[in-house]
C-alpha cells in the first residue's frame, strides 16, 4: 500500500537496505489500479486526498512522474430534483445567502483548529504516564499551540471537537443538502453517523491539517500515477519491491534476552533474513497471525485483539457506454454525495448496525474518466462509488445473490439522480467489506485498519 511504499522509501534514503514484500501482483494495496471490465480500469481509493505535502516533497514524487495538477473535485450534494448543492473553490453554490456565508466562517474556524494539531500528526504522540522529558516537552508543546489559540478560540476548540457531526452541522447551517454533504468527510470509512459523539469532527481536522494536501484530485494516470511514483521513489534510493511475494509468518526467536524478529517466511516456504521487520499489514493481521499471540505478552495482544475493525463501506465499479447525465449538473465532474438529509446517513447506519444493508443506500460517486480518460475506451466511462454502512458480515452471509440484490438497489438509486444510467452499464462490479478483507488483507475490510476514533488516536492509541 502506499503507507508501506512511504515508509520503505524513507528508510532507503536514510541508508538502510529495504526489500518489500507484496502480497499481490502489483504494488499499492487499497489504491493499486486493476482492470475490472475489459477496457475498464479502477481502484479501491478512489482519489488522492490528505495526501502529505512533507512526504510530497520529501521523496520529490513530481521528480519521479508524480502530477497532481489536475483541478481538485468540489463536493455536490445531489438533490433528487436536480437542486443540487455545490462547493467549488471554496465557495458554497446552491445553498441561500445565510448558508454560503456561514460556511466561510465554519471554514475559517476548522481550519484554525486543524492548524493547532498540525505539527502533531507528524509525530509519535506518547502515551500519558511515566513519560521521559522529550515525551513531556511534546505534551507541553500541544499544550501551547492550543493556548495561543487564545481562550476563546480554545474553549470551543474543546467544544467543537467532541461534537457529533450533526450537532456542528445544526449550529451552523439550514440546507439539509448541505449538511449532509459536509457531514460526509467526517463519517466516510468509519463506524460513526451524523448522531455518533466524539470522532468525526475530528477526522475532519485530520484532512484539514495540511492545507497543500486537502484537495481530492485524479492524479494523471488514476490512482496508478500515485503508486508508479511512489515505487519509483523507492527504487530510486535502493529499495527492492517484490511482488507476488505472500508473507506467511514473521521470523521470531529467542534465548534468555528475550524473542527478537529475525526475518520473514514466504508462503512458499522461503525464509528472509532480516535485522528488522517493517509491517504495514492492520494490526490484528500483523501481531495475532503473522507474528502470532504466542509470541506476545498477554495484555498486549488483548489490546490489538479489543481494535475495533469492522469495515462499513463497499465499493461499487461500473463500466458505462457513454457519459451518465445527471439532472441539474452540466458536468458531472465532482464528488458527487447521494445522501438527501442526515437522516438518510443516520438511518443507513442504523441499519449496517444489525447486520443489514440499506434500503436508501448512502453514497459518494466519481467519474474519474472526466479527468483521467485512459481508464477506459475512448468515449467511455468509470463511475467509482463509495457506499457507506455496507456491513462486513451481513446477516446471513454474502453471496452471489446478495451482493447482486444489492447492486440492483445501487443502480435503481443512481438512476433517480441520473435517469438513463442503468442503460449505460455495461459492467458492475461490487466489491463489500468482505471482498476488501480477502482481495486486499485487511481485517474486516476496513479502510483505516482500524476505527479512526479518538479513543484510538494520538496519544490514546492502544499499544
Known amino acids: 500500500g502506499h503507507n508501506g511504499l512511504v515508509c520503505a522509501a524513507y528508510l532507503a534514503k536514510a541508508g538502510q537496505s529495504v526489500l518489500v514484500l507484496e502480497a499481490s501482483d502489483v504494488p499499492g ?5 486493476r482492470e475490472f471490465h475489459p477496457g475498464f480500469s479502477a481502484s479501491v481509493a478512489h482519489t488522492a486526498s490528505h495526501f502529505s505535502s512533507k512526504v510530497l516533497a520529501d521523496l520529490n514524487l513530481p521528480s519521479h512522474g508524480l502530477n497532481l495538477k489536475n483541478t481538485p473535485l468540489p463536493l455536490i450534494g445531489l438533490g433528487l430534483g436536480g437542486e443540487h448543492v455545490q462547493i467549488r473553490n471554496g465557495e458554497v453554490q446552491g445553498a441561500d445567502s445565510e448558508d454560503a456565508a456561514q460556511y466561510q466562517k465554519y471554514s475559517a474556524q476548522l481550519s484554525r483548529f486543524a492548524r493547532a494539531l498540525a505539527p502533531f500528526w507528524m509525530k509519535t504522540m506518547p502515551r500519558i504516564g511515566n513519560n521521559s522529558a522529550g515525551e513531556l516537552l511534546t505534551f507541553a508543546q500541544l499544550g501551547l499551540k492550543l493556548r495561543l489559540l487564545g481562550k476563546e478560540d480554545m474553549q470551543e476548540f474543546m467544544r467543537v471537537a467532541t461534537l457529533p457531526m450533526r450537532d456542528l452541522m445544526d449550529e451552523n447551517f439550514d440546507s439539509d443538502l448541505l449538511k449532509a454533504a459536509l457531514t460526509w468527510d467526517g463519517v466516510a470509512g468509519a463506524r460513526l453517523a451524523p448522531r455518533s459523539p466524539n470522532n468525526s469532527v475530528f ?55 528475550g524473542l527478537r524478529a529475525t526475518g520473514v517466511e514466504l508462503a512458499n516456504g522461503e525464509l528472509i533474513e532480516a535485522a528488522r521487520v517493517v509491517s504495514s499489514a492492520d494490526p490484528q493481521r ?17 489490546r490489538i485483539k479489543r481494535l475495533r475493525c469492522e469495515g462499513l463501506v463497499a465499493k461499487l465499479h461500473l463500466a458505462l457506454s457513454d457519459l451518465p447525465q445527471f439532472s441539474g449538473l452540466d458536468r458531472p465532474d465532482g464528488r458527487m454525495i447521494v445522501a438527501s438529509s442526515m437522516d438518510s446517513i443516520e438511518f443507513a447506519f442504523d441499519d449496517a448496525k444489525y447486520g443489514e444493508c440499506s434500503e436508501l443506500p448512502v453514497m459518494e460517486c466519481v467519474i474519474p474518466t472526466l479527468q483521467e480518460p485512459s481508464l477506459a475506451p475512448a468515449g467511455q466511462h468509470v463511475l467509482s462509488a463509495n457506499v457507506m454502512y455496507v456491513p462486513a458480515r451481513l446477516k446471513g ?19 433517480q439522480y441520473a435517469p438513463g444510467l442503468k442503460g449505460l452499464v455495461l459492467h458492475a462490479e461490487l466489491l463489500t467489506p468482505d471482498d476488501l478483507e480477502r482481495t486486499h488483507n485487511v481485517t474486516g475490510g476496513h479502510w483505516h485498519h482500524t476505527e479512526f476514533s479518538i479513543d484510538q488516536l494520538l496519544m490514546m492509541r492502544p499499544t
Not at 511512489?230 to 514473521?250: I, M, Q, T, W, Y
Not at 500483523?286 to 488483548?302: C, P, R
Open 286 to 302: 500483523t501481531f495475532l497471525q503473522l507474528v502470532g499471540a504466542q509470541n506476545l505478552e498477554i495484555e498486549f495482544s488483548n
Open 397 to 415: 452471509g454474502w453471496n452471489e445473490e446478495a451482493k447482486s440484490a444489492l447492486t440492483a438497489r445501487l443502480l435503481d438509486q443512481l438512476e
Open 203 to 257: 477526522a475532519l481536522l485530520y484532512q484539514l491539517f495540511d492545507e497543500a494536501a486537502d484537495k481530492h484530485v485524479i492524479p494523471a494516470g488514476g490512482l496508478a500515477g500515485l503508486i508508479d511514483a511512489l515505487v519509483a521513489a523507492a527504487e530510486s534510493v535502493g529499495a527492492e519491491v517484490r511482488c507476488n511475494s505472500p508473507v506467511a509468518r514473521v521470523s521470531i526467536q529467542g534465548d534468555e534476552s
Open 29 to 33: 494495496g487499497l489504491a493499486s489500479t
